[in-house]
Nanobody
Framework: QVQLVESGGGLVQPGGSLRLSCVAS????????MEWYRQAPGKQRESVVS???????RYADSVKGRFTISRGNANVPVYLQMNSLKPEDTAVYYC????????????WGQGTQVTVSS
């Protein structure tokens, strides 16, 4: 089983930037899709952005033009660059990696807190 750990979260002022990384406990191969989710207090977890193995991305309307997902390597498979942050972006952010090696896999990170406040 692979553990994913998100890093890069923290407290930032409105208009600021953060870059989240998703670090795997060991190399991951044969990835089909990678995603970032977020969950704000009292709200359901929502998809922020996804990227397929072919590089097709899909962004939530609320983050289009501000957030950018990018692929890394087998040990740090995905990043999330967040610019022009708003207070409503405050949430716990999770990475998710899905694919198939000898079997299908679906890994989630434990989350990292992002707080946007002055």
């Amino acid at each position: 089983q692979v553990q994913l750990v998100e890093s890069g979260g923290g407290l930032v002022q409105p208009g600021g930037s953060l870059r989240l990384s998703c670090v795997a406990s060991r190399s991951i191969f044969s990835i089909d899709r990678m995603e970032w989710y977020r969950q704000a207090p009292g709200k359901q977890r929502e998809s922020v952005v996804s990227i397929t193995s072919g590089g097709i991305t899909r962004y939530a309307d609320s983050v289009k033009g501000r957030f950018t997902i990018s692929r890394g390597n087998a040990n740090v498979p995905v990043y999330l660059q967040m610019n022009s942050l708003k207070p409503e972006d405050t949430a716990v952010y999770y990475c998710r990696v899905r694919g198939r090696a000898s079997v299908l896999y679906d890994y989630w990170g434990q989350g990292t807190q992002v707080t946007v406040s002055s």
